[in-house]
Nanobody
Framework: QVQLVESGGGLVQAGGSLRLSCAAS????????MGWFRQAPGKEREFVAA????????YYGDSVKGRFTISRVNANNTVYLQMNSLKPEDTAVYYC?????????????WGQGTQVTVSS
């Protein structure tokens, strides 16, 4: 069993930055792909970024490429999402997820989410 707890959300002006953190419980953190998803009101959940267990080969959704960076520190069981050049359309609840496979189509575990609001 893996429990995920996100933090770091908040209100920021357009063009600003935020860093989200996701702390994981359990001893098997490094065996999971870790990812970030987001869901805006009235929209479907959207893939944002993911990273393999070793910390290599991060990959991103098209809407955040070049602006967001995912990273992880396995010694701390934590994955991060650095968000730069934020836009109002980045406003959403951001969720951390853990999956055994790269596609992350059906993650095994989810966090409770953290709200990010970008004002124009």
């Amino acid at each position: 069993q893996v429990q995920l707890v996100e933090s770091g959300g908040g209100l920021v002006q357009a063009g600003g930055s935020l860093r989200l953190s996701c702390a994981a419980s359990g001893r098997t953190f490094s065996t999971y792909f870790m990812g970030w998803f987001r869901q805006a009101p009235g929209k479907e959940r959207e893939f944002v970024a993911a990273i393999r267990g070793s910390g290599s080969s991060p990959y991103y959704g098209d809407s955040v490429k070049g602006r967001f960076t995912i990273s992880r520190v396995n010694a701390n069981n934590t994955v991060y999402l650095q968000m730069n050049s934020l836009k109002p359309e980045d406003t959403a609840v951001y969720y951390c997820a853990a999956d055994r496979v790269r596609t992350m189509r059906a993650p095994d575990y989810w966090g409770q989410g953290t709200q990010v609001t970008v004002s124009s």
